[in-house]
C-alpha cells in the first residue's frame, strides 16, 4: 500500500476530499504499491521562491515535484519524493478553466506523480506521452474513485 504524507501550510484551505487515498490510488495505476510520496498544499508566496530557487522563474506556479528517483538511486527506491501545489494558483486555474477548484488539484496531484517518475513535457514528443498518461490515470479515477469528487 503506498504511503502519501498530506500537509499544508497555515491558511491553505483545500477543497473536501481524502487527498492521500486519491495519490495512493495514482501510485497503485502507475505500479508503485510500495511508492512514498510528501504532498504539500501551499500557498503563492510558499511555492514562488521554490519556482525561482529551483527552475529560474520567480513567479508562483501551480505544481512543483521534486523526485527522488533522479540521477544514480541511493537509498530506499520506493521513496519517490515531494509534490508541492500551490492552492492559490490552482484556484485562478479551476476559475479560468470553468471547473471546481477539487477537480483543479486533482488533476495537479496526478501531474505531479507523473513528473515524480520521471515523465516530462519539455519536448513535443514527451508531452504527448505524459498528456495520454495524465488523461488515462484521470479517467481511471473518474471511473473507480469516489474519494474525491471533481465537482
Known amino acids: 500500500m503506498p504511503t502519501v504524507d498530506v500537509d499544508m501550510t497555515e491558511g491553505v484551505t483545500l477543497p473536501p476530499g481524502d487527498w492521500s487515498a486519491l495519490a495512493g490510488r495514482v501510485l497503485e495505476y502507475l505500479d508503485k504499491p510500495q511508492g512514498e510520496v510528501s504532498l504539500l498544499f501551499c500557498d503563492d508566496d510558499v511555492i514562488q ?5 529551483w527552475r529560474g522563474k520567480d513567479k508562483p506556479t501551480d505544481v512543483l515535484s521534486f523526485s ?5 538511486l541511493i537509498g530506499d527506491p520506493n521513496l519517490l519524493g515531494d509534490i508541492i501545489i500551490s492552492i492559490a ?5 479551476a ?15 496526478v ?14 514528443d514527451e508531452a504527448e506521452v505524459m498528456e ?3 488523461r488515462s490515470l484521470l479517467g481511471k479515477l473518474d471511473e473507480h474513485d469516489v474519494s474525491v469528487h471533481p465537482g
Open 132 to 134: 495520454a498518461l495524465e
Open 68 to 72: 527522488q528517483q533522479e540521477g544514480e
Open 111 to 124: 501531474h505531479g506523480l507523473c513528473h515524480l517518475l520521471g515523465y516530462d513535457h519539455e519536448e513535443d
Open 49 to 53: 521562491p521554490l519556482n525561482r530557487d
Open 89 to 93: 494558483t490552482a484556484q485562478r486555474q
Open 95 to 109: 476559475d479560468e478553466r470553468g471547473h471546481s477548484l477539487a477537480h483543479e488539484v486533482r488533476v495537479l496531484v
